[in-house]
Every structure is written in structure tokens, then in C-alpha cells.
């Protein structure tokens, strides 16, 4: 009986291409859509997750506070050196303090110029900022102390300047004076908000200082905390010392701002979960909107099918026989529909992904879901109409207008 | 097959109505009928006058309210809903008005459904249908659509599709209704044909005297009974 249905079945979608298309339409662009929209968003929170993940783990920084009044902004004074010394001798549970110096400077190399931002610090910004070296080496102890003119260059810089030769031991004009190279890190590609994170190259706090800014002052810390150590607590403890050292009175706001990677992380995460949520709601209602298609269409041939459920009955078909003809039809137009779906989204997401430079993540929860979801939908407005036609005298579902 | 002594359909004080309290129609009021085998009986009437109804009831399409109908000496109006269809599946052939053909299907497969829902193997379904359309006449017909025929054409698939299964009796509803008078004659001729070759029992319902004048034995139904029941061309 099932393989007399199953024929039956096959014959009538054959024999009904447009219809059984049409259905399997509203199957396919539903399933693809969901598919499709949720896993770029997987995508996208991967793409963050892995930005953060390569800022380094349990990173704080610390900066002057930035006030912005209308017409004016103004920044509270930077740090001295004896405050970076401080937060190394008193608090305990760092990995590395790295005091930074920030400045834009013109590097330039044979005919080769390229604008980009000097960073002045110590050998614990390597550190805490998950630096790797692709070739060289980083500071020593010397060079720090004396201030010398090395530099460590990013990826993008060989790439710009030193196209295809070995940078290492070459010397660097920038803003005026030489700097050796000594090392080259490894690529980390773009940053969050679409920094190149590899455009820069990185000197001795001291020679930033002196040679570029022009001054002592350090704009801006990067602390590394030991593992398995709560930042937050951390965080109040240098809050309470940066206090202290800047004379900040009871009661009045900080002057500088301790800034958690981990909250960050926790923002940027939750942000895109909410997007994902938001693409998936949209997605859900492309998946609903196909369901009424496929509703629309068996509604619309209930007609012509309730008649041919009532040749089938005149010339001895059973009820549970045109039952289960009925349903296989169903199942097999929802499972293949379901199917070209799946194959749909995975193609349109892997180009899409790829488009937009996020990873491609395989969500398999989704593809069974949409899949059940829609196969349901199928099944149930394919068969409910064809159960009501089914239970009626042959001879009224012949006569159905 | 052999006729001893029960007739091959008999129906007594058969009655159908349709809604209830003082809406309720009574379609059919009390008929009496007995068909023997081999019988060729044609049923006239004005419409309304029931005689699609006892059609319907004797090819279980629908069932009578009350009264009794036996095929072969069974109580029909005491089978269930199942055994009705096996009734239908394997004694009856039924030919309706409006052809009831499968759209966007062949005339072969059309021929064929009866037998598919019989477990009948494909080689033997197809020779048997093939032989069927040959009977009616439209041997190079098989892959044509209803679409791609001729109402006299459709109505010969359904002829064909209504003996492929060797009924007990044909059932035809007004089969040359849809038909211009030529095509009806030739529908009539292939039925008398059917009869006589094969002994074939028929009952057919028409508004058409000529087309009656083709059976035996002609009924006249009114108001739900038989008021008229005559041999025609033929003693009693």
C-alpha cells in the first residue's frame, strides 16, 4: 500500500510540474532565507569574537578622561612615567604594564613614503597586546633605556615599503632621523570598526618621546592581568592609586578612565547577538510568508484535487489510500523543497561571507529547525485539505465546484 | 456468475432524504427494483425525480437513508464505508456525465488507476488497459491527455476505464449528456455492443428517449418512485 502511495504520489507531482514547483518555491526561498541570514550573523559574531580574541585577553586600559563640551573638548594630563612605575611596583596580578606614546609620522625607505602612527613603549606592549614576531627580535634592554632609533615595523609596512625585500637591519627615515629595523610582527589583519592593525611600527617609549612628541608624557596604558584574576577587582585597585597620585578629591569624578576589554567584548557580543536575533526574526517571517505560499497553493487546488480525490474514490480507492498518497506528496515536495533549500543558503551564505569578510560558520541547528519547520507546514497544508476532501461521499467531492 | 435465482441487484422500499424537520427533501420514496444479469435498463425521468440518486446509491457513492439494497443477495446498506469501496474496487463500473477523467493524465494511466488500486502488476495493468481502449475504439489514443480529446473520445477512456476491471455491472449516469447526438450514438452502440458481447449488465440514466430506445427495459421514475417499468423490445 505505502509503494502503491509513493507511485501514486510521484505520478501526481510529475504530472502537476507548475503546482508542485510553486510549492516547493515557497519552501526553498524560506528555508534559504533563514538559513542564509542566520549564518551570517553566526558569521559576523565569529568575525568580532575573533577581532577581540587578537586585542588580547584581559586587557584594560587606561587613559586620561576626554571631556567634550560644545564648540571645545579638552583631555585631563596625561601620565608621567613615575605613575607607570607605580602601577608596576603596587599592583599586584599584572602580566605586563605598557606606558604608549601615540603619534602619526611619515616613514620613508629609498623612493618609498608611507604615512602611518609611531608607538612608543616597552616590550610588555608585545606582550599584552598578543604580538608575535614574524621575523627579528623585540627590544633590549639597552635600546629601552637609552632611547635609541630601532623601530619594529607591521606587516603592513614591509608590504608598502619594503615589497619583497627582507626589512630587517634596514634603516628607516622617520620624521627626520634613521631607525634600524630590528623586528617584523606577524599579520593580525583588520581590527575592530576596520583599523588595519598592522599599519604602524613601534619604537622605544623613550625615542618616541623625545624625538617625536617632544615631551615626557605618556598618553595612555596598556595593562595585562594575570589569568585567572578578576579584572574588576584590579581595575578598583588602580582606579584608587591613579586617584590618589593625581590629587583627585573626595567626591569628585575621575580624571582617567580604566577601560576593560572584557566589557567590550561583552558589548560587541551582545550587540551582535541582538543583530543575529534581529536577522533571524526577519528571516522567520520570509519563512512564514512561504508557508502561506504553500498554504495559498493547496488551497487554491483544493478544487481540482477534490475532485480527483473523488475519482479516486468512484473507481475503488480506499480513504487511507488517497490519504497516504497525499501525504507522500507533501512530505516528498517539503523534504526536497527543504533540501534545494539548504543547498541554496549554504552556496548564498559561503559567497556572502566571503563578500563581506566574515567567516563562514556552519550552524547546524538552524538547517535542521527551518528545515522541520517548513517540511511541517508543507505537510500539514498539503494534507489537511486533502483529509477534509477524503472523508466526504465520492460523490459530493465529485460534484466540488 | 451463474444466476441461481437471486437477482443481481434488488432494491426495497429504498428511500433518501436530504436535510431534516421541514426542510428535509425526500429524493427517493420507496423504490422497488430488481436487475437481472445481463440486463441492458435505462432510466428516464424529469429532473429531480430521483433517478441520479438511486444511481449514486447503486454504485456506493452515496448511501440511502433507509430501504434495502442487495447485490448478489449482500446487504449493501449495511456495509461499512471500507467494504463499500471494495464493492466499487472489484464489481463496479461507473460512468459518469462529466467523464471524471484525471487531468494532465494520459488515457492509458486513466484506464489504468482502477487496476493500480487493485495491486495489479504494471505489465499486466498496462496490457489489460491497452486492451480496454482498444475495445472503445481509441487504440493509438494511449498518451493522449483529456485535454488532447474529443468529449466522445473522453467519454470512451472512462468507458474503457470502467471495464478494465471486468465489472459485475456498468453504471453510466447520463454518459451521453455532454455528447452532440452523433457521438451519443456511438457511445450507445459501443454500450449495446458491450451487452450483447459480453453480457454485460448496464444501467444507464438518460433524459434522451432516442438513447433509451437502445436498452431492453425501460424505468420511469417520478417523484422519487418507479411509476413506470416496461420491457422494451422485449417480453417481460
Same mark, same amino acid.
Given at each position: 500500500m505505502l509503494l502503491k502511495s509513493i507511485l501514486l504520489a510521484l505520478q501526481s507531482i510529475k504530472r502537476n510540474v507548475m503546482r508542485s514547483f510553486l510549492t516547493m518555491l515557497g519552501i526553498v526561498i524560506g528555508v534559504a532565507a533563514v538559513i542564509t541570514m542566520v549564518t551570517l550573523g553566526n558569521g559576523a559574531t565569529k568575525a568580532i569574537s575573533n577581532q577581540i580574541a587578537s586585542l588580547g585577553s584581559n586587557l584594560l586600559m587606561v587613559m586620561p578622561r576626554m571631556e567634550f563640551r560644545p564648540g571645545s573638548s579638552s583631555t585631563a594630563q596625561p601620565f608621567e612615567n613615575r605613575d607607570v612605575e607605580a602601577i608596576r611596583e603596587q599592583?599586584?596580578?599584572?602580566?605586563a604594564v605598557a606606558p604608549m606614546v601615540e603619534s602619526s609620522a611619515t616613514v620613508v625607505y629609498g623612493a618609498n613614503n608611507w604615512s602611518t602612527s609611531a608607538t612608543g613603549t616597552t616590550n610588555d606592549y608585545f606582550t599584552a597586546s598578543n604580538w608575535t614576531f614574524a621575523a627579528g627580535r623585540p627590544f633590549s634592554e639597552a635600546e629601552i633605556q637609552s632611547g635609541k632609533a630601532v623601530c619594529v615595523i607591521g606587516e603592513t609596512i614591509r608590504k608598502e615599503?619594503?615589497?619583497?625585500?627582507?626589512?630587517?637591519?634596514a634603516s628607516l627615515r622617520v620624521k627626520g632621523f634613521g631607525a634600524e629595523v630590528i623586528g617584523l610582527l606577524k599579520s593580525k589583519g583588520q581590527g575592530g570598526m576596520?583599523?588595519?592593525?598592522?599599519d604602524m611600527i613601534v619604537m622605544p617609549l623613550r625615542t618616541v618621546q623625545r624625538r617625536?612628541?617632544?615631551?615626557?608624557?605618556?598618553?595612555m596604558m596598556m595593562l595585562s592581568v594575570k589569568d585567572g584574576v578578576l579584572s574588576d577587582d584590579v581595575v578598583n585597585q588602580i582606579k584608587l592609586l591613579l586617584r590618589e597620585r593625581r590629587h583627585v578629591g573626595a567626591g569628585e569624578e575621575d580624571d582617567f578612565e580604566v577601560m576593560d576589554t572584557k566589557e567590550i567584548a561583552q558589548t560587541l557580543s551582545g550587540t551582535t547577538k541582538t543583530l543575529t536575533g534581529l536577522l533571524g526574526a526577519v528571516a522567520a517571517v520570509s519563512l512564514l510568508v512561504g508557508g502561506i505560499g504553500i498554504m495559498n497553493i493547496m488551497l487554491v487546488s483544493v478544487t481540482e484535487r477534490t475532485r480527483e480525490i473523488g475519482i479516486r474514490l468512484a473507481v475503488g480507492a480506499l480513504e487511507n489510500e488517497v490519504l497516504l498518497q497525499f501525504m507522500v506528496e507533501a512530505i516528498t515536495l517539503a523534504c526536497v523543497g527543504g533540501l534545494v533549500g539548504i543547498a541554496m543558503a549554504t552556496g548564498t551564505a559561503m559567497i556572502l561571507a566571503h563578500a563581506m569578510a566574515v567567516p563562514y560558520v556552519f550552524n547546524p541547528g538552524i538547517n535542521i529547525l527551518s528545515f522541520f519547520f517548513s517540511a511541517a507546514i508543507g505537510i500539514l497544508f498539503g494534507y489537511m485539505p486533502a483529509r477534509r476532501a477524503a472523508k466526504l461521499n465520492p460523490i459530493v467531492a465529485l460534484r466540488h465546484e | 456468475m451463474a444466476n441461481n435465482g437471486t437477482p443481481l441487484i434488488e432494491l426495497a422500499g429504498l428511500t433518501k432524504s436530504y436535510g431534516e424537520g421541514a426542510a428535509q427533501i425526500m429524493a427517493l420514496n420507496g423504490v422497488d427494483l430488481r436487475v437481472e444479469e445481463g440486463d441492458f435498463v435505462a432510466i428516464m425521468g424529469p429532473s429531480g425525480s430521483g433517478k441520479s440518486t438511486v444511481m449514486n446509491i447503486l454504485g456506493c457513492l452515496d448511501t440511502p437513508t433507509g430501504g434495502a439494497y442487495l447485490f448478489r443477495g449482500v446487504?449493501? @446498506?449495511?456495509?461499512?464505508s471500507r467494504q463499500r469501496t471494495l464493492l466499487r474496487r472489484y464489481f463496479l463500473g461507473f460512468v459518469f456525465q462529466g467523464f471524471n477523467l484525471l487531468a494532465r493524465t494520459s488515457a492509458i494511466e486513466n484506464v489504468e488507476l482502477p487496476l493500480l488500486y487493485r495491486g495489479v502488476p504494471k505489465a499486466e495493468r498496462h496490457q489489460a488497459a491497452s486492451a480496454a481502449l482498444a475495445q472503445v475504439g481509441?487504440?493509438?489514443?494511449?498518451?493522449?491527455?483529456p485535454a488532447e480529446l474529443s468529449g466522445g473520445q473522453q467519454q470512451r477512456v472512462a468507458i474503457a476505464r470502467a471495464l478494465v476491471t471486468d465489472p459485475q455491472i456498468l453504471l453510466a449516469d @447520463?454518459?451521453?449528456?455532454?455528447?452532440?447526438s452523433r457521438r451519443g450514438r456511438e457511445i450507445m452502440d459501443l454500450l449495446v455492443s458491450l451487452n450483447k458481447d459480453r453480457g454485460l449488465t448496464i444501467l444507464m440514466v438518460t433524459h434522451d428517449h432516442d438513447m433509451a430506445g437502445y436498452a431492453h427495459r425501460v424505468i420511469r421514475f417520478v417523484d422519487g418512485v418507479v411509476e413506470r417499468d416496461d420491457a422494451n423490445g422485449r417480453a417481460l
Amino acid at each position: 500500500m505505502l509503494l502503491k502511495s509513493i507511485l501514486l504520489a510521484l505520478q501526481s507531482i510529475k504530472r502537476n510540474v507548475m503546482r508542485s514547483f510553486l510549492t516547493m518555491l515557497g519552501i526553498v526561498i524560506g528555508v534559504a532565507a533563514v538559513i542564509t541570514m542566520v549564518t551570517l550573523g553566526n558569521g559576523a559574531t565569529k568575525a568580532i569574537s575573533n577581532q577581540i580574541a587578537s586585542l588580547g585577553s584581559n586587557l584594560l586600559m587606561v587613559m586620561p578622561r576626554m571631556e567634550f563640551r560644545p564648540g571645545s573638548s579638552s583631555t585631563a594630563q596625561p601620565f608621567e612615567n613615575r605613575d607607570v612605575e607605580a602601577i608596576r611596583e603596587q599592583i599586584g596580578s599584572l602580566k605586563a604594564v605598557a606606558p604608549m606614546v601615540e603619534s602619526s609620522a611619515t616613514v620613508v625607505y629609498g623612493a618609498n613614503n608611507w604615512s602611518t602612527s609611531a608607538t612608543g613603549t616597552t616590550n610588555d606592549y608585545f606582550t599584552a597586546s598578543n604580538w608575535t614576531f614574524a621575523a627579528g627580535r623585540p627590544f633590549s634592554e639597552a635600546e629601552i633605556q637609552s632611547g635609541k632609533a630601532v623601530c619594529v615595523i607591521g606587516e603592513t609596512i614591509r608590504k608598502e615599503l619594503f615589497a619583497g625585500k627582507d626589512p630587517i637591519g634596514a634603516s628607516l627615515r622617520v620624521k627626520g632621523f634613521g631607525a634600524e629595523v630590528i623586528g617584523l610582527l606577524k599579520s593580525k589583519g583588520q581590527g575592530g570598526m576596520g583599523r588595519d592593525q598592522d599599519d604602524m611600527i613601534v619604537m622605544p617609549l623613550r625615542t618616541v618621546q623625545r624625538r617625536i612628541a617632544g615631551n615626557q608624557k605618556i598618553n595612555m596604558m596598556m595593562l595585562s592581568v594575570k589569568d585567572g584574576v578578576l579584572s574588576d577587582d584590579v581595575v578598583n585597585q588602580i582606579k584608587l592609586l591613579l586617584r590618589e597620585r593625581r590629587h583627585v578629591g573626595a567626591g569628585e569624578e575621575d580624571d582617567f578612565e580604566v577601560m576593560d576589554t572584557k566589557e567590550i567584548a561583552q558589548t560587541l557580543s551582545g550587540t551582535t547577538k541582538t543583530l543575529t536575533g534581529l536577522l533571524g526574526a526577519v528571516a522567520a517571517v520570509s519563512l512564514l510568508v512561504g508557508g502561506i505560499g504553500i498554504m495559498n497553493i493547496m488551497l487554491v487546488s483544493v478544487t481540482e484535487r477534490t475532485r480527483e480525490i473523488g475519482i479516486r474514490l468512484a473507481v475503488g480507492a480506499l480513504e487511507n489510500e488517497v490519504l497516504l498518497q497525499f501525504m507522500v506528496e507533501a512530505i516528498t515536495l517539503a523534504c526536497v523543497g527543504g533540501l534545494v533549500g539548504i543547498a541554496m543558503a549554504t552556496g548564498t551564505a559561503m559567497i556572502l561571507a566571503h563578500a563581506m569578510a566574515v567567516p563562514y560558520v556552519f550552524n547546524p541547528g538552524i538547517n535542521i529547525l527551518s528545515f522541520f519547520f517548513s517540511a511541517a507546514i508543507g505537510i500539514l497544508f498539503g494534507y489537511m485539505p486533502a483529509r477534509r476532501a477524503a472523508k466526504l461521499n465520492p460523490i459530493v467531492a465529485l460534484r466540488h465546484e | 456468475m451463474a444466476n441461481n435465482g437471486t437477482p443481481l441487484i434488488e432494491l426495497a422500499g429504498l428511500t433518501k432524504s436530504y436535510g431534516e424537520g421541514a426542510a428535509q427533501i425526500m429524493a427517493l420514496n420507496g423504490v422497488d427494483l430488481r436487475v437481472e444479469e445481463g440486463d441492458f435498463v435505462a432510466i428516464m425521468g424529469p429532473s429531480g425525480s430521483g433517478k441520479s440518486t438511486v444511481m449514486n446509491i447503486l454504485g456506493c457513492l452515496d448511501t440511502p437513508t433507509g430501504g434495502a439494497y442487495l447485490f448478489r443477495g449482500v446487504h449493501v @446498506e449495511r456495509l461499512t464505508s471500507r467494504q463499500r469501496t471494495l464493492l466499487r474496487r472489484y464489481f463496479l463500473g461507473f460512468v459518469f456525465q462529466g467523464f471524471n477523467l484525471l487531468a494532465r493524465t494520459s488515457a492509458i494511466e486513466n484506464v489504468e488507476l482502477p487496476l493500480l488500486y487493485r495491486g495489479v502488476p504494471k505489465a499486466e495493468r498496462h496490457q489489460a488497459a491497452s486492451a480496454a481502449l482498444a475495445q472503445v475504439g481509441l487504440t493509438g489514443w494511449e498518451k493522449h491527455t483529456p485535454a488532447e480529446l474529443s468529449g466522445g473520445q473522453q467519454q470512451r477512456v472512462a468507458i474503457a476505464r470502467a471495464l478494465v476491471t471486468d465489472p459485475q455491472i456498468l453504471l453510466a449516469d @447520463e454518459p451521453t449528456g455532454n455528447l452532440d447526438s452523433r457521438r451519443g450514438r456511438e457511445i450507445m452502440d459501443l454500450l449495446v455492443s458491450l451487452n450483447k458481447d459480453r453480457g454485460l449488465t448496464i444501467l444507464m440514466v438518460t433524459h434522451d428517449h432516442d438513447m433509451a430506445g437502445y436498452a431492453h427495459r425501460v424505468i420511469r421514475f417520478v417523484d422519487g418512485v418507479v411509476e413506470r417499468d416496461d420491457a422494451n423490445g422485449r417480453a417481460l
